[in-house]
């Protein structure tokens, strides 16, 4: 089962994910990546293999950055290697997407996203999402636009998370049918790894949730908008 960490805030996110997927290593997994935003671009880290095989390609100098993502990885479509891990990006690199699911039309719309231009690197379902978003990205208004529509597309169950050069300080999630929780903190916001089954709270979830750190009002709930947040501006603080 795979799993997905995400820290936006004012902290090196780096330690904060690889502290994440090691509390997820009690799952099934066969590779690990994360990708942060720093100085307007995405530097994105995979390996196959443990996570301890990806904090040794890391070393001791980890990559800076004060938002990211990371994943661990069952595969379930294309090989457990390198290449298939998540974080997936889009065509030019500014965006990076993990998620969990299986998209079912996932060879529909790589077609007609190929035939539209798209280059694909890996062999899995989830680079269409990432491809689907780069593309609404371009017209649409913010990330969370771009990300509800692009899952609107889509055809399966999901959990998600998002991060973008064009919102270096926002990660957008979301989910159906996939487990994600969301924890809302003073200056900084996490997606945290998932609690084992039995510490798991039973409880309904709307698909789509936006949530705000207080500097930017208060949590509101919609139908057409996924999980949203943004650390706290210095220039706020």
Aim: aromatic share 4%; proline share 5%; glycine share 10%.
């Amino acid at each position: 089962m795979c799993g997905i960490v995400g820290y936006t805030g004012p902290r090196q996110a780096a330690p904060l994910l690889l502290e994440g997927l090691r509390r997820l290593e009690y799952r099934g997994y066969d590779s690990a990546g994360l990708a942060l935003i720093e100085d307007g671009r995405i530097d994105v880290h995979k390996a196959a293999g443990k996570i301890s095989v990806l904090e040794k390609a890391l070393g001791t100098s980890l990559p800076a950055g004060h938002t990211g993502i990371a994943h661990t990885r069952w595969a379930t479509h294309g090989a457990p290697n390198t290449v298939n891990a998540h974080p997936h990006t889009d065509c030019g690199g500014t965006l990076a997407l993990v998620h969990n699911g299986i998209i079912e039309n996932a060879g529909a719309l790589r077609t007609a996203l190929g035939k539209r231009g798209h280059v694909f690197r890996s062999e899995t379902d989830t680079e269409v999402l990432a491809h689907l978003v780069e593309e609404l990205l371009a017209s649409a208004g913010s990330m969370v636009e771009a990300v509800a529509g692009a899952l609107h597309q889509v055809e399966g169950t999901y959990g998600i998370a998002v991060v973008s050069t064009r919102e270096p300080d926002t990660v957008v999630a979301a989910r159906r049918g996939s487990p994600l929780l969301v924890a809302v903190g003073a200056g900084e916001n996490f997606v945290p790894p998932t609690p084992r089954p039995s510490c798991l709270i039973r409880a309904r979830w709307s698909t789509w949730t936006m949530v705000r750190s207080r500097s930017f009002g208060p949590p509101t709930t919609a139908s057409s908008i996924s999980t949203r947040w943004r650390r706290k501006r210095r220039s706020r603080a």
